[in-house]
């Protein structure tokens, strides 16, 4: 029986530092890790262009070391920057081992273990079947990874921005895991992600998205296979945008 065909060429995957801790137990889960790896070389194997970016939570978060300890909220910023390589080098080890070819562009350049972010040269990773992995978010304090991700997905020219989250089944009228009668929405328009203030990306990341047409799909990650059905374009998670 011949594959199902993918709905978007190609994609750009939001990677949460939490997330990528699994029950947060550890900094790192190495299930969640390899889980993501086999889910990216099963739609890389459908031709379908990936490129990611990564959070960096799970260690560090500027605004919260800003509170705590009294650094300047900008150093927070760079330091939570940084903790985003940490988790685009395990992420490109355990994608390495599962068999996929794989670069790290950093907007924080350090060669040594990454590339600087070049557009043309991303690009060009991609269309050799690459997976390209962003870190350092923009580069600038205060913008949010979630802004570095609808960004990038504009500038690789994505045809979907996938909101991975863990835990959580796509966009509620409110908290479910504080409110059990919380109401999942299956279509939403950019609009309503502003106006209600459903804040499962921040206003500047939608606002990038709407803009520029981007289609925005919420989903579990943690659920197998989840990654694949959002790229198939099945019905999962919330839809935000979407051309029809």
Known sequence: MAAAASRYRRILLKLSGEALAGDGSASL???MLRLVAQEVAGIVAQSVQVA???GGGNFVRGDDLSRRIGIHEVTGHNMGMLATV?????LQDVMEAAGLTTRVLTAVEMRQVAEPFIRRRAIRHLEKGRVVIFAGG???PYFTTDTAAA???IEVEADALLMAKRGVEGVYDKDPRRHPDAVMFRH??????LNRDLRVMDATAVALCKDNHMDIIVFDVGVPGNIKRAVLGEEIGTLVGGRH
């Open 86 to 90: 940490i988790n685009a080098l395990a």
């Open 29 to 31: 889960d190495a299930a």
């Open 151 to 153: 960004l990038r997905a």
């Open 52 to 54: 990611i970016v990564v």
């Open 138 to 140: 923009t580069g600038s």
């Open 188 to 193: 939403l328009d950019y609009m309503d992600l």
